[in-house]
Each structure stands twice: as C-alpha cells, then as structure tokens.
C-alpha cells in the first residue's frame, strides 16, 4: 500500500524541474491528482489552530509536526485555508489534505497509537464565517488559539505585512490611523457574498484582530469549552515544554520532548513610541478585561 508520504513524493517529483518560485505551489496541484478522487476515503483532521495571527502558531505546529504520532497535511502544509478564503473550493478538496483511513488503521496496527492530524490557519479566528462553517462541518474538532499582548500581536501584524508586501505604509501609527477607513463595510460585504474576500480585511485589520473576546465569544457559543484550549504565547515561548506538553495533553497525544524549541518566523523591531503604546493600551482595555473574565487572570497583559 502506497502510504500518503510516498504519494506526496511521487506528485513532487512530477515538478522537480520547476522553479524554486512555483515548485510547492505545482507540487500541492499534482498531489490533488492522488489524493481528491480518495478524499471520501479521508476523515477530517482531529485539530485545527485558529490563530490569533503572529502569536506562535508556526512554532506549535513546528513542534507537533515532530511527535511520532502526528501528521501534517499533504506536503507539510501548516495552513489549508480551506474555512475562510478557499471554501468555494468543497469539502472533498479539504479531506483530500489528509490521511487516508487505511493509512490511519496501519499506522495504528504498526504503532499501537492512534494517528492525529490537523492543520494551522490563523485566519480562522477572525474570519466571521468560519466558527460557523467549522461548527456545521467539523462540529467535534479541537479548537487550539493562542493569544499575545494585543499591542505587541498588532505590532508585529504591522511589520509581517509590511515585509510580505501586503502594507505600503511604513509607518505603524498610519497604518493604525487608516484601519477604520479601510475595514469600513467588508465584514458586511463579506456577510452579505460568503465568496467576498477582502484583501484589507486580511491584511489590514491590526487593532480588529487583536479584539480576542469579541471573536472567542462566537466560537465559545458555538463549541463546548472542552473543545477549545487557550494558550498565553508569552507562557509558550518562556517555558515552551511546559506549554507542549499542554497541548499534547489536550490532543491526546503520548508525552514528547523535543531536543530544541527553536522559535519560528520572528522579526527583530524597533520600540514603540510611548504615544502610540498608550493609544493601544485604551483601545484594548475593555477587550482584554473581558478575556479576564472569560479565560481568567492568567491571560492579562497589564
């Protein structure tokens, strides 16, 4: 039996000859060639990582994708993005990333463990159709999201966008100062056209998606709470085996330590001025004092 590994091999060394640019992107299109027409064969993953955007959700899914027992999505994928900007594209087509039930139960006789496979879109937590599309479609999934300082979380958003060429301005406190105007109606064009996708919604919303209780209240009222599991990023990266074993614990995973917690796609920054820290410390003020009370006082920044 060919296992997924060696169908995800065999579809990239049909693009071997591609460019450096184009090669995951043509490897990912050869690989639905093995794996949609199989999709019915394919349960949907155990997990998926919400977000918050620019909070350690590549060092979680890093970390996991080295314990034994788990599986990424076809060719190491972190993110699928199916939920929020590629739903049009059918549920089959999402299963189609995953492990084949076949391959779980050999994995199973092999092992004696149980096979766990999920996936990392951190868009997810701030896309208003997702909770809902999840809910209806995964509605047993384990939810994990991971929450920074909302001033340190928009920073950072700011500088990743900035340096991905989605940002023009190279000024923090004007990209801050434009955020109203260009969110200004695309959550209603979005709830109005479920296919609307808004580019500034995505990539210029740096106050919006730091507002965590506004979105975990939609996902609180539509999951169980033993299905979600919070994790603090600063707790995460002083003491990340303490927080792994966390998450490993919440998955149902058997105990591993890794030999290295190396922390991922970081960016080196400047300070913030004090003025614009302030302006962001009133703006938040009333959302983290209702994640306190949501998620307890563990997650305050103040």
Same mark, same amino acid.
């Given at each position: 039996?060919? +296992?997924?590994?060696?169908?995800?091999?065999?579809?990239?060394?049909?693009?071997?000859?591609?460019?450096?640019? +184009?090669?995951?992107?043509?490897?990912?299109?050869?690989?639905?060639?093995?794996?949609?027409?199989?999709?019915?064969?394919?349960?949907?993953?155990?997990?998926?990582?919400?977000?918050?955007?620019?909070?350690?959700?590549?060092?979680?899914?890093?970390?996991?994708?080295?314990?034994?027992?788990?599986?990424?999505?076809?060719?190491?994928?972190?993110?699928?993005?199916?939920?929020?900007?590629?739903?049009?594209?059918?549920?089959?087509?999402?299963?189609?990333?995953?492990? +084949?039930?076949?391959?779980?139960?050999?994995?199973?006789?092999?092992?004696?463990?149980?096979?766990? +496979?999920?996936?990392?879109?951190?868009?997810?937590?701030?896309?208003?159709?997702?909770?809902?599309?999840?809910?209806?479609?995964?509605?047993?999934?384990?939810?994990?999201?991971?929450?920074?300082?909302?001033?340190?979380?928009?920073?950072?958003?700011?500088?990743?966008?900035?340096?991905?060429?989605?940002?023009?301005?190279?000024?923090?406190?004007?990209?801050?100062?434009?955020?109203?105007?260009?969110?200004?109606?695309?959550?209603?064009?979005?709830?109005?056209?479920?296919?609307?996708?808004?580019?500034?919604?995505?990539?210029?919303?740096?106050?919006?998606?730091?507002?965590?209780?506004?979105?975990?209240?939609?996902?609180?009222?539509?999951?169980?709470?033993?299905?979600?599991?919070?994790?603090?990023?600063?707790?995460?990266?002083?003491?990340?085996?303490?927080?792994?074993?966390?998450?490993?614990?919440?998955?149902?995973?058997?105990?591993?330590?890794?030999?290295?917690?190396?922390?991922?796609?970081?960016?080196?920054?400047?300070?913030?001025?004090?003025?614009?820290?302030?302006?962001?410390?009133?703006?938040?003020?009333?959302?983290?004092?209702?994640?306190?009370?949501?998620?307890?006082?563990?997650?305050?920044?103040?």
């Amino acid at each position: 039996m060919m +296992t997924d590994k060696e169908l995800a091999d065999r579809a990239a060394a049909t693009v071997r000859d591609a460019s450096p640019v +184009t090669w995951k992107t043509r490897a990912k299109r050869a690989a639905r060639l093995y794996t949609v027409p199989t999709a019915a064969l394919r349960p949907a993953p155990e997990f998926l990582i919400i977000g918050a955007q620019r909070c350690g959700t590549t060092s979680l899914y890093k970390y996991l994708a080295q314990h034994p027992q788990f599986r990424s999505a076809t060719l190491r994928t972190k993110g699928v993005h199916f939920f929020d900007t590629r739903f049009d594209r059918g549920l089959p087509w999402y299963r189609a990333h995953f492990p +084949t039930s076949m391959y779980r139960a050999w994995f199973r006789a092999r092992t004696g463990a149980d096979l766990v +496979t999920g996936e990392a879109s951190p868009y997810y937590l701030f896309h208003p159709h997702v909770p809902y599309r999840i809910a209806r479609h995964l509605p047993e999934v384990k939810l994990i999201v991971m929450l920074r300082d909302p001033i340190e979380r928009t920073y950072s958003q700011w500088q990743h966008e900035l340096s991905r060429g989605f940002e023009h301005l190279d000024k923090f406190e004007a990209a801050l100062d434009a955020e109203p105007e260009r969110l200004a109606g695309e959550v209603e064009q979005m709830e109005a056209d479920p296919e609307y996708k808004s580019h500034n919604h995505q990539h210029h919303s740096y106050m919006a998606r730091s507002l965590y209780a506004d979105q975990l209240d939609v996902y609180r009222s539509l999951f169980p709470a033993g299905q979600i599991l919070a994790v603090k990023s600063e707790d995460f990266f002083s003491d990340p085996a303490e927080e792994y074993a966390r998450v490993l614990d919440f998955l149902g995973l058997s105990s591993f330590a890794l030999s290295d917690y190396k922390k991922h796609n970081g960016y080196k920054r400047t300070a913030m001025h004090p003025d614009t820290r302030a302006r962001l410390e009133e703006h938040f003020a009333d959302s983290n004092r209702r994640l306190v009370e949501m998620l307890g006082p563990r997650f305050s920044w103040d």
